[in-house]
């Protein structure tokens, strides 16, 4: 079988690849991935990169791929975060069909499967703390310590087991452990736990057990039982495949899934970790997990980002087994590469000053026709009114200019977007000095687009009328977090992560805009039209990324690879 397409995450070359088509050479016939969160907390950008590769190579190989939730903790999981999942993966245009599956759904299985285990002579209960179990294993350099309960019988074990399912020990009281090897040079296979108790309620068994599988032990019955035959995951799960392949060897399924691992997405700027994620949410210094600074799928999604953004992103990362840092600015190259030809451009003043053409006639109203997209004619063209008292932007005006400022200042002249030239004869201030209005003649003879003005400027600028704009609230985003050498992580919280411009005035045509829309402002950036806080009454923006990008194409990453 020979795979329909080539990108980042499927290549030629690609080590996933290469095995895939070595095992469909062989035996195999059929290809069958999953995704398996936990439902502990939102997705993330790291999350994105393996729902795009094990989706995508089931739908490269005419294969299947299962949504499994691993929901073996109860005590961090929950519902909303069963459906967040669900649609965050919707959301990225994937697929599950028929085959949503849960590990609490094969709880009693496990069970049984345990009890076996037992029966060999491969299991114990085991009285340790969890951490004299840390202890006794031992380190590196030098063997674990068997555990004094290691040898007791077949029936006192299963005695103890069924007493732990039953409710009558407390949590960490006893465990149940594989007996592999102590003396093992890996760890992991230091006879490792496969059963806890936890006395706390399930989101879908409720109180049905009080004894859970740990995911060492879970996560290969789970693919076995569903017929995974590629287990793809992250790099740190390397040490732990031969616990995968003895959990699959000693129940003794007949199909024994091929476990390939593939370097974590890590983002320059960002913080991933689940934990930290959720500090954020319940100490709420965040608006949710769907909070627009963070990088939570829902919080780009409702920042203003696209699926297909975020599909391109992924395939232009790729996979490998090297860990690396990924620029953030590659990501934010993606999301303005997507909305660059298809959204439509409008005049956006986020900090105005107040523009008077004191030789415009007071009470005319001029219908500007301006076009949609500079470089997609398709995309049409809109009227815009202009009249005698406009906002520009403040930054677009400087008493005192600097060299090289070719926009607004006294006796300079610039072309208004799409409308006249405009020279600055006067401004007024305030009693603190600042800058409150300013006075323009213009030159009716330099309409845009009448071919009647052979005078060139500069400077270009863009525009609002003040009696038709749309007062608008902007969100402007920045790093969450900042360099803090006195936090034992290096980095704390940012205050300035969120800028509120409150008094932003956009041109009527965005008036009838509904949650999602996407536009570009010009020279401001891309904007999205926030669905939590957007009312009848008043439009917010939050900004998906600005215009400017320092991301050069062909990037080499941090490990130079």
Request: net charge negative; with cysteine.
């Amino acid at each position: 079988m020979e795979n329909k397409n080539e990108n980042s995450l499927l290549k030629t070359g690609n080590f996933i690849h290469s095995y895939i088509n070595e095992d469909l050479k062989a035996d195999l016939n059929k290809l069958h991935t999953r995704f398996p969160p936990e439902p502990n907390g939102y997705l993330h950008i790291g999350h994105a990169k393996s729902i795009c590769l094990n989706f995508g190579l089931a739908e490269t190989y005419n294969g299947k791929c299962n949504l499994r939730f691993d929901d073996t903790n109860p005590a961090k999981e929950d519902t909303e975060f069963v459906e967040s999942i669900k649609n965050d993966i919707k959301w990225l245009g994937f697929d599950w069909e028929d085959r949503l599956y849960f590990a609490s759904s094969y709880f009693d299985k496990m069970y049984e499967y345990a009890l076996m285990l037992i029966k060999k002579g491969k299991a114990y209960v085991c009285d340790l703390s969890a951490e004299e179990i840390r202890q006794s294993r031992g380190t590196l350099n030098t063997a674990g310590t068997e555990s004094p309960y290691r040898n007791r019988s077949i029936e006192e074990n299963l005695d103890l087991f069924e007493r732990m399912k039953n409710g009558e020990f407390a949590d960490g009281e006893k465990t149940l452990r594989a007996k592999i090897d102590m003396a093992s040079p890996n760890i992991n296979m230091r006879d490792p736990v496969l059963y806890r108790i936890s006395h706390q309620s399930h989101h879908a068994t409720f109180d049905k057990w009080c004894i859970y599988p740990m995911y060492d032990y879970a996560h290969p019955v789970e693919d076995a039982i569903e017929g995974i035959t590629h287990s793809i995951c992250t790099m740190e799960f390397e040490d732990h495949r031969p616990l995968y392949n003895w959990v699959i060897d000693e129940i003794g399924f007949d199909l024994k899934p091929r476990q390939i691992e593939f370097a974590k997405l890590n983002l320059s700027n960002t913080i991933m970790g689940k934990r930290f994620l959720r500090s954020l949410v319940e100490e709420n210094k965040v608006d949710g997990w769907d909070d627009p600074r963070l990088i939570t799928l829902s919080g780009i999604r409702r920042r203003g980002y696209t699926p297909e953004s975020i599909r391109a992103f992924c395939e232009m990362v790729g996979v490998s087994k090297a860990n690396s840092i990924v620029d953030l600015a590659q990501l934010e190259y993606c999301i303005r590469e997507d909305l660059k030809p298809k959204v439509p451009v409008v005049m956006a003043v986020l900090d105005p000053i107040k523009l008077v053409i004191t030789n415009y006639p007071e009470d005319k109203v001029e219908m500007l026709e301006i076009e949609n997209h500079p470089e997609n004619e398709e995309m049409g063209k809109r009227l815009v009114p202009f009249t005698r008292e406009l906002y520009i932007e403040r930054s677009d005006f400087m008493e005192e200019p600097v060299k090289k400022f070719f926009r607004l200042a006294p006796g300079k002249e610039v072309r208004l977007k799409g409308a006249y030239f405009v020279q600055c004869t006067d401004f007024i201030k305030n009693e603190k000095g600042e800058i409150t209005e300013i006075h323009c003649t213009y030159d009716p003879e330099t309409k845009c687009g009448s071919g009647f003005s052979k005078r060139k400027v500069k400077g270009t600028i863009h525009w609002v009328s003040k009696a038709h704009a749309v007062n608008v609230k902007a969100m402007l985003y920045n790093n969450l977090t900042m360099e803090d050498k006195n936090s034992e992580k290096g980095y704390s919280f940012n205050p300035n992560s969120l800028e509120i411009m409150d008094k932003c005035m956009v041109e009527p045509s965005i008036k009838d805009a509904e949650p999602f829309d996407r536009f570009q402002f010009i020279r401001n950036g891309y904007f999205c039209v926030d669905y939590k806080h957007t009312t009848k009454e008043r439009l917010v923006f939050n900004r998906i990324v600005s215009l400017k990008s320092s991301f050069k194409e062909n990037p080499i990453n941090s490990t130079g690879k």
